[in-house]
Structure formats: C-alpha cells, structure tokens
C-alpha cells in the first residue's frame, strides 16, 4: 500500500538528519544573557521579541542581590511588521538599548506579523510571563509605542491603566471616549504638527479629553516643522526615560 507523505514533513525527516528542524516557535530562546537578544514566542500564535537585560537583571545575579529593575515595553509601528526580529531595533527604546549597554530597563520589545494590528490579550501573556520569570518592579511597568504602536499604548493603557505606571505615545492616535480611564495615569504624548499620517489632532484630543474629565498629570510635546517622524526626538530625550522612572505605580491596586 502506497502512503503519500506530505512534502513537508518529508523536508523535516531529511532536516532531523541535520539537525536542523524547527518551526519559529519549537526554536529555543537564546540564554538569557545581559544586552539585547531575540526571544520566541511564548505561546503557539504569539508575539517573538527583542530582550534587553540590564547588568544584573539576568535571573541568577538577580537572585544573588534580590534587586529589582523597571520594566519598559515598546510597540513598534507599521513599517516593522513582518518576520525579521532584527527591524524592531531600527527605531525606539530597543535602538538606544542596543547603543547603550547602560540603558537602565528590562526592556521588552515584541513583534508584529505582516498586516496585522496589536493583540492586548497576546501583550499581555507577555508581560505576565517576564514579571513571573525575571526580577521585574511591579511598581515601575511602563509603556511606550510610535504610530500604530502608539495608538496601542493609548488603547492597551485605557484598557487597563492600573497595569502602568506610566505611558508614552509617539505619533500615536487614542479613543477619546476611553479618556477617562486615563486620568490617573502618567501620560506624556508626543506629535509632529505636520504629521500628514496621523494627524496631531490624536493626541491633541486625547490630551483635552483627559482635562476634560480631571485628569492633570497628562503631558504633550509638539514638535514644531515635524512630519510623522516624532519617535527620533522623543525617544532620544534623556528626559522622556528620567521621567517615566520618576513615576510608580501603588501595587496594592492591582
């Protein structure tokens, strides 16, 4: 009797004889090391990220001193998406990390497959799984995202805003009717206003609804003559970092 064996798995037998046959997801994380390294997913449909490590975040030096670090995620934009972890470094928080060894955050940074939007639930499971695998700060989890991943900071943020301690949007878009959930919340907002992709009136509105409804620690910088390209000053500004480790989060809320 003749059985037809699919190509694939034909490809796979031949590949075990090399050693070599993984799917992106079996594929084993690399060892968690000080500085930046691609990490798999974490569930069958997940996200694969980029991971930072400040010196002493890894889990046995960790366990040695009982410190803890702050915990930065960051959403990338629509031009990263794909299969090729290395893009989510071209710009952002895991573009200064890769700079500069010092950079004080245990940093996550996930990645986005082709034509699709951010996934709350799947940011999640992420966040869930770095705080009970490495010495996180629960008090101290902020959030940042440009463009598309800026209008996933103002919806994940509203959604949830007793997960973060603060949140930076970059050329980013919010829901004015979710702006109330946000008034307790540490917000700094940046925008070109010559944006022609997302238009400044995002996180101008999202700014007024916030005041609206009695919130006044919300921020926003406008970048005078700026196209879409807020993320290269925002995220280059000492300040914006200093700024969100001055904020923390009363745990006992959570």
């Known amino acids: 009797m003749n059985i037809a064996i699919p190509k694939i798995l034909l490809a796979c037998v031949s590949a075990v004889l090399l050693s070599a046959c993984v799917t992106p997801q079996s594929r084993a994380a690399e060892p968690l090391a000080v500085g930046q390294h691609p990490q798999p997913a974490i569930e069958a449909d997940g996200y694969p990220y980029q991971l930072f490590l400040p010196a002493g975040a890894t889990p046995a030096a960790a366990k040695d001193t009982g410190q803890t670090f702050p915990l930065l995620i960051f959403l ?15 710009h952002g928080p895991p573009k200064v990390a890769d700079a500069d060894p010092n950079f004080p955050f245990i940093l996550v940074s996930p990645l986005l497959p082709a034509e699709q939007d951010w996934d709350i639930a799947k940011l999640d499971h992420i966040v869930d799984h770095i705080v009970a695998s490495l010495p996180v700060d629960r008090s101290r989890i902020y959030l940042t995202g440009l463009s598309r991943g800026g209008h996933a900071t ?13 949140i930076a949007p970059v050329a980013g878009r919010g ?15 940046f925008h070109g206003d010559r944006d022609d992709v997302v238009s400044p009136e995002g996180s101008f509105a999202m700014s007024r609804a916030i005041r609206a409804c009695g919130g006044r620690i919300s921020r926003l910088t406008i970048y005078p003559d700026l196209g879409h390209n807020a993320w290269d ?14 904020h923390r989060l009363n745990v006992s809320v959570k």
Do not use: M, Q
Not at 154 to 166: G, I, K, L, S, T
Not at 177 to 188: G, I
């Open 76 to 90: 990338h934009g629509s031009g990263e998406r794909g299969d090729d972890i290395a893009r989510v470094k071209v």
């Open 175 to 189: 829901d004015t009717t979710t702006a109330c959930a946000l008034r307790n919340l540490p917000v700094w907002a």
């Open 154 to 166: 103002w919806r994940w943020a509203a959604a949830e805003p007793n997960r973060f301690a603060a």
């Open 233 to 246: 000053p925002a995220y280059a500004e000492p300040a914006l970092y200093l700024w969100l480790l001055s």
